[in-house]
């Protein structure tokens, strides 16, 4: 179920609410350090072909979360690096370093852990 709201009323009256819009319109309607947590994951490095029809400003987005998280509060990223001649993109270290560098953000801890289901890349035919 989602949930359409009007983002004008305060971020206390917004608890436990699902928005479904552009998140970067409607980040720059909340208050500055309102939110303790975020936790979103972006289609993983050209794992899926969006035929040119998807693109994301990444450090944008780092901007408005940084904006919105309150002291102590934090950003978490499921994301997953691309694989291309047996070497991972590092896309998701790319976009750490650029927010702690440009942005401000301080990383706390870099989590990599082993899902179930289809490993995905080369070394599932080992």
């Known amino acids: 179920m989602v949930i359409k709201m009007d983002l004008a009323r305060s971020t206390s009256e917004k608890l436990n609410q699902i928005i479904q ?6 980040l720059e309607r909340l ?8 936790i979103f994951s972006p289609p993983y490095d050209g794992i899926r072909d969006y035929k040119s029809n998807w693109g994301f400003n990444f450090h944008a987005l780092g901007e408005q979360l940084f904006r919105i998280t ?4 934090v950003p978490v990223v499921v994301i997953g690096d691309g ?3 047996f070497a991972k993109s590092l896309t998701s270290f790319r976009l750490a370093v650029d927010w ?3 942005i401000g953000w301080r990383l706390f801890e870099t989590c990599i852990y082993k899902r179930d289901g289809n490993p995905g890349a080369w070394w599932n035919s080992r």
């Open 21 to 26: 819009a552009d998140c970067l319109t409607e």
């Open 31 to 38: 208050e500055e350090r309102s939110i303790h947590l975020t």
């Open 70 to 73: 309150k002291d102590g509060g």
């Open 83 to 85: 694989t291309k001649d």
């Open 100 to 102: 702690c560098d440009a």
